[in-house]
């Protein structure tokens, strides 16, 4: 739901990529080239931001 500060498995700091990544992929960029620009190259963290599914405003619908 919301993306984790660190990464689970190192520990490095993930979470302050997260809106810069979503916003260039959204742009249609290689979310590859995202990841290396960024400097993300352990694939534990590159894990993290990958598979992150964004499901806030679904459920914010459904508080109340």
Known sequence: MIIPVRCFSCGKVVGEYY???A???SKGE???EI???LGIDRYCC???LLSHVDL???I???SK
């Open 19 to 21: 809106e810069e990544f």
């Open 23 to 25: 916003k260039r992929v």
């Open 30 to 32: 290689n979310a590859e």
């Open 35 to 37: 990841l290396n620009s």
């Open 46 to 48: 590159r894990r993290m």
């Open 56 to 58: 806030m405003d679904d």
């Open 60 to 62: 914010i619908k459904y």
